[in-house]
């Protein structure tokens, strides 16, 4: 089973295309309240997780 990430911590998969990508939520809409998210991409896994935590 996967491990459970924290609130405010995103997520990290591989894509189709064989990139990573890290996904986070940067904050709600103040109109509509739907989530916004923002991502991140790497050739690596390793990569993706540096570039999200220095986004995050």
């Not at 295309?17 to 998210?37: S, V």
Request: proline share 2%; hydrophobic share 30%; charged share 40%.
């Amino acid at each position: 089973m996967a491990k459970k990430r924290a609130n405010g911590e995103g997520n990290i998969r591989k894509r189709k295309d064989g990139r990573w990508e890290g996904r986070y939520t940067a904050g709600h809409d103040p109109e509509t309240g739907k989530a916004i998210y923002k991502n991140v991409l790497g050739r690596t896994q390793a990569e993706a997780k540096n570039k999200l935590k220095a986004a995050i």
